[in-house]
């Protein structure tokens, strides 16, 4: 009997002790002591047991604690979203030095880091996402071809149009002294231009009682714009906790596979229905070429696209000269192998999503802010005016529009779409002027806090166009010109490869409107704050921007 005794007295001991070990294990994971104790040369917020900095990162993104961490920490520092540590680099030269030495990138948790590899492959098999450098460096090289001179310059008679039929729909507003959602607005214009140079075919995304001219445009739109609001790490209940507790990544895949919540079946809608939209064009081009149907031999000689309801009812192949078009018949540098369906749908897919989003979120702030300052808005309208009230835009007009450029590139400094360039060392540790950053570690370089710095622009928070007129006295006193002070679209192999499309198509859409209207602000949004920007995947106002168009007179 005593043997028994002490038997279970020694089991209850053992227990005990099993039990302490473990909450001290679980108590001491949640500190993250080795990634901290790897970090500890670098300065940072302590955050919270087990979820880190996350409740201060999760509820508006990351641009406003990334400034406040900025003035509190100096150059660099650290934080732990969740148990996922995170290096941010306040410091333009050094920003700009990562960017250039380091192409892998992070994957973030969203819904598609939880989905099975088939529904997950447009995400990870597009250029934003591998990290892949041979496949990186391949597909960035069958895009180029897309942004080139001649490329452009067809590229924007679509633009033009996608610009007057936006004009059309803001002139129905003037008329009426209504406000508008003008982001809302300028998102169904870059759907509308960037669908034709992707997909080959009109969406005509801004026509019809809805903004849309069919039923598969609608679908197109509200898929682009879920795939946006759902990749973030509050976009599904089981995304948050594998940030907290990576070793449930299994587990809540599996629960996400077979309980999918809201979050979770509607981001996988959205992909499916870009997916099997893109799919049905390649398919349909390489039976035609199959069959030997030549296609006009460019995209200007092609005509207008066909719109997408006349593209269900007929052969409707992609341009040749149209994003798609070049994809499918792209050839992998090193092995000479075609560009397999699956890659070309995944960069289109890539395309349509770059292009839709950040163009109008750009857009929309460049209107916000002139809308603010009539006194830019007027030197604009003169530049404009010197151009020709009724000229179409091409790459001629714009170069010689120096002031649209600038306002254009002053509101992308206080305003970045791509608010964070992020990197993350794969193999092996990482060292910048003299910091090590162990390899799996999350590094940042924070766009919207240096374009905001005053290390690199005086009086920083002022919209000042002039600072970027060469010559001007505001150039001399407000622009330091410190490399990677500006990197509005990233720097190094990863930087926006479509960038000079994104911008083309920026500039014509402003002109053209200010060749018709100006614009005032709808009352209370004068202030920065009634924005509410969201900084999550890109930079963007919670609820949009509303202003009132205003139709110039006649002269």
Same mark, same amino acid.
């Given at each position: 009997?005593?043997?028994?005794?002490?038997?279970?007295?020694?089991?209850?001991?053992?227990?005990?002790?099993?039990?302490?070990?473990?909450?001290?294990?679980?108590?001491?994971?949640?500190?993250?002591?080795?990634?901290?104790?790897?970090?500890?040369?670098?300065?940072?917020?302590?955050?919270?047991?087990?979820?880190?900095?996350?409740?201060?990162?999760?509820?508006?993104?990351?641009?406003?604690?990334?400034?406040?961490?900025?003035?509190?920490?100096?150059?660099?520092?650290?934080?732990?979203?969740?148990?996922?540590?995170?290096?941010?680099?306040?410091?333009?030269?050094?920003?700009?030095?990562?960017?250039?030495?380091?192409?892998?990138?992070?994957?973030?948790?969203?819904?598609?880091?939880?989905?099975?590899?088939?529904?997950?492959?447009?995400?990870?098999?597009?250029?934003?996402?591998?990290?892949?450098?041979?496949?990186?460096?391949?597909?960035?090289?069958?895009?180029?071809?897309?942004?080139?001179?001649?490329?452009?310059?067809?590229?924007?008679?679509?633009?033009?149009?996608?610009?007057?039929?936006?004009?059309?729909?803001?002139?129905?507003?003037?008329?009426?002294?209504?406000?508008?959602?003008?982001?809302?607005?300028?998102?169904?214009?870059?759907?509308?231009?960037?669908?034709?140079?992707?997909?080959?075919?009109?969406?005509?995304?801004?026509?019809?009682?809805?903004?849309?001219?069919?039923?598969?445009?609608?679908?197109?739109v509200w898929a682009a714009q879920t795939i946006f609001a759902t990749n973030s790490v509050r976009a599904s209940i089981y995304t948050a906790p594998g940030a907290v507790l990576p070793?449930?990544?299994?587990?809540?895949?599996?629960?996400?596979?077979?309980?999918?919540?809201?979050?979770?079946?509607?981001?996988?809608?959205?992909?499916?229905?870009?997916?099997?939209?893109?799919?049905?064009?390649?398919?349909?081009?390489?039976?035609?070429?199959?069959?030997?149907?030549?296609?006009?031999?460019?995209?200007?000689?092609?005509?207008?696209?066909?719109?997408?309801?006349?593209?269900?009812?007929?052969?409707?192949?992609?341009?040749?000269?149209?994003?798609?078009?070049?994809?499918?018949?792209?050839?992998?540098?090193?092995?000479?192998?075609?560009?397999?369906?699956?890659?070309?749908?995944?960069?289109?897919?890539?395309?349509?999503?770059?292009?839709?989003?950040?163009?109008?979120?750009?857009?929309?702030?460049?209107?916000?802010?002139?809308?603010?300052?009539?006194?830019?808005?007027?030197?604009?309208?003169?530049?404009?005016?010197?151009?020709?009230?009724?000229?179409?835009?091409?790459?001629?007009?714009?170069?010689? =529009? /120096?002031?649209?450029?600038?306002?254009?590139? *002053?509101?992308?400094?206080?305003? +970045?779409?791509?608010? %964070?360039?992020? &990197?993350?060392?794969?193999?092996?540790?990482?060292?910048?002027?003299?910091?090590?950053?162990?390899?799996?570690?999350?590094?940042? =370089? /924070?766009?919207?806090?240096?374009?905001?710095? *005053?290390?690199?622009?005086?009086? +920083?928070?002022?919209? %000042?166009?002039? &600072?970027?007129?060469?010559?001007?006295?505001?150039?001399?006193?407000?622009?330091?010109?410190?490399?990677?002070?500006?990197?509005?679209?990233?720097?190094?192999?990863?930087?926006?490869?479509?960038?000079?499309?994104?911008?083309?198509?920026?500039? %014509?859409?402003?002109?053209?409107?200010?060749?018709?209207?100006?614009?005032?602000?709808?009352?209370?949004?004068?202030?920065?704050?009634?924005?509410?920007?969201?900084?999550?995947?890109?930079?963007?106002?919670?609820?949009?921007?509303?202003?009132?168009?205003?139709?110039?007179?006649?002269?």
């Open positions: 009997m005593h043997d028994l005794i002490d038997a279970a007295g020694s089991w209850t001991s053992a227990s005990f002790a099993l039990l302490a070990l473990f909450i001290l294990t679980v108590f001491l994971y949640g500190w993250h002591p080795v990634a901290w104790w790897k970090l500890r040369g670098i300065p940072g917020p302590r955050g919270r047991w087990l979820v880190g900095s996350l409740p201060e990162i999760v509820p508006s993104g990351p641009h406003e604690v990334y400034t406040k961490w900025g003035q509190q920490y100096g150059q660099i520092f650290k934080y732990f979203a969740g148990a996922q540590p995170v290096v941010v680099v306040n410091d333009a030269e050094m920003a700009r030095l990562v960017s250039l030495r380091l192409s892998t990138r992070p994957q973030p948790r969203s819904p598609a880091s939880l989905m099975p590899p088939k529904e997950a492959a447009l995400q990870r098999l597009g250029l934003f996402s591998t990290n892949d450098k041979e496949y990186h460096r391949s597909m960035k090289h069958a895009w180029l071809p897309v942004f080139n001179s001649a490329s452009l310059e067809i590229s924007s008679k679509e633009m033009n149009i996608g610009a007057e039929r936006l004009a059309i729909t803001l002139a129905k507003f003037a008329k009426e002294g209504k406000e508008v959602n003008i982001w809302r607005q300028f998102g169904y214009m870059t759907m509308d231009v960037v669908g034709t140079a992707a997909f080959g075919v009109e969406l005509r995304t801004q026509e019809g009682e809805k903004g849309m001219n069919s039923e598969e445009a609608e679908r197109l070793v449930l990544d299994p587990l809540l895949k599996l629960l996400a596979r077979y309980f999918p919540d809201t979050g979770m079946t509607t981001a996988i809608k959205a992909r499916h229905i870009l997916r099997d939209t893109v799919r049905e064009l390649v398919k349909e081009t390489r039976q035609r070429e199959a069959a030997g149907v030549s296609p006009a031999a460019s995209a200007a000689a092609a005509g207008p696209a066909p719109s997408a309801a006349e593209a269900r009812k007929k052969a409707r192949g992609v341009q040749p000269g149209s994003f798609l078009n070049l994809m499918i018949n792209s050839k992998h540098e090193s092995s000479g192998s075609t560009v397999s369906d699956d890659e070309a749908t995944a960069q289109a897919f890539t395309f349509l999503l770059a292009g839709y989003e950040t163009t109008a979120s750009a857009l929309a702030f460049t209107i916000y802010t002139l809308a603010k300052h009539p006194d830019k808005t007027e030197k604009l309208v003169k530049e404009v005016d010197s151009i020709g009230r009724q000229a179409s835009i091409g790459p001629a007009e714009l170069a010689e =529009m /120096p002031y649209l450029d600038a306002c254009l590139k *002053e509101s992308m400094r206080l305003y +970045p779409p791509g608010h %964070i360039t992020p &990197r993350e060392p794969l193999t092996e540790d990482f060292t910048v002027k003299g910091y090590t950053i162990p390899k799996g570690t999350w590094i940042h =370089m /924070p766009i919207f806090t240096l374009q905001r710095s *005053e290390e690199y622009y005086g009086r +920083p928070l002022e919209y %000042i166009p002039e &600072r970027w007129i060469e010559g001007t006295p505001e150039e001399a006193a407000l622009n330091k010109k410190v490399p990677g002070s500006w990197m509005a679209f990233g720097e190094g192999t990863r930087s926006c490869v479509g960038q000079r499309f994104a911008l083309q198509e920026a500039k %014509i859409t402003l002109a053209r409107l200010f060749q018709r209207f100006t614009f005032k602000l709808s009352p209370g949004q004068e202030d920065e704050a009634r924005l509410h920007l969201q900084s999550f995947f890109t930079l963007g106002p919670k609820e949009g921007i509303f202003v009132v168009p205003v139709l110039r007179t006649e002269e």
